[in-house]
C-alpha cells in the first residue's frame, strides 16, 4: 500500500527521532548544512516569483519545492528535529538521553545556519554584481523584510515579541505536518503531495521559520537593511525559534504519539 496507517507512521517517527540522536556529528552538520542551503534557495525563488509576477500567493505556491528537496534527499532541518528527537526520548529508547537531544539540536541549528549564511552570500554576490552595484528588486525587496520583520515586531514592544512567538509556533505546526505527512506515503509522488499542502500554508500565511529567517536577515543586512544583529535575533530567531519548538512537539509530535502509540483504552459498551 502506498498510505500508511497513523499507528506505522507514528512509529516511524520515532525511529526516525532516534536514528538523529546517534547520527555521527559530520553527518548531522553536513545534512543540516544542505537543507539550510536548500531551503533558502527556494526562499529566493519564492520571493523573485512574486516580485516578477506582482502576485506573492504564486511564490507560496512554489516555495514547497524546496522543503520536498531537501526531505527527499534526507537532510535535517532545526523544525524537524523539534519535532522527532524528542519522541524517542519519551518513547524511552535504549540510550537516548535529554542530553542527546540538545546535542542534535545544536548541531542541527549551526549546520542549518551555515548553510542559510552561504546562500546570503552567495545571493547578495548575484543581487549586486560582486558588490559593485546597489541590490537588485529582489535584494531590496529582502531588506525590506529584514526591517519589517524586527523592528515592526520591536514597535509593539511585548505585544510583538508574543506575535512573532505565535507565528513562530503557527509556523512548524504546520511544517512539521508537512514532515509526518511524507511519512504517510511509501510512494515519491504520495510523498510530495503530503508535504507539499502544509508547507505552502505556512509561506502563504507568513508564518515564522526559523530556518528560513537564518537566510532572510543576514541576507538583508547585506542588502542595506537598516537593522542590526541583535535586533535579529531579540526581535525575531530566538521568539520564532522558541514558536517553532513548540508548535511542532506540541500540536504535531506529542499529538500523534499521545493518540496513535500511547493509545487509551477503547469504552467498552458492557
Known sequence: MAYLLPSEFVTKMVDAGESKIYMSTRDTVIRAFMAGAILNLAAVFAVTVG?????????????????????LLGYDLLTGVFVLTPLALIDKRPGVTLSGVFRNWGLVFSGNFLGSLTVAVLMAIVFTFGFATEPS??????????????????EFGAAGWLTIF??????????????????????????????????MLFFGMGFEHSVVNMFLFPSGLMMGGHFTIMDYFLWNEIPVVLGNLIGGLAFTGLTLYTTHVRTAPKRSFN
Open 51 to 71: 516580485i516578477q509576477t506582482g502576485f506573492p500567493i504564486f511564490g507560496a505556491i512554489l516555495f514547497p519545492v524546496g522543503f520536498c528537496m531537501l526531505y
Open 137 to 154: 528588486k529582489v535584494g531590496q525587496a529582502l531588506a525590506k523584510i529584514g526591517e519589517t520583520r524586527t523592528l515592526g515586531y520591536a
Open 166 to 199: 505565535v507565528r513562530g509556533i503557527l509556523c512548524n505546526w504546520m511544517v512539521s505536518t508537512g514532515v509526518v505527512g511524507a511519512m504517510i506515503s511509501t510512494s515519491v509522488t504520495g510523498k510530495i503531495a503530503a508535504m507539499w499542502m502544509p508547507i
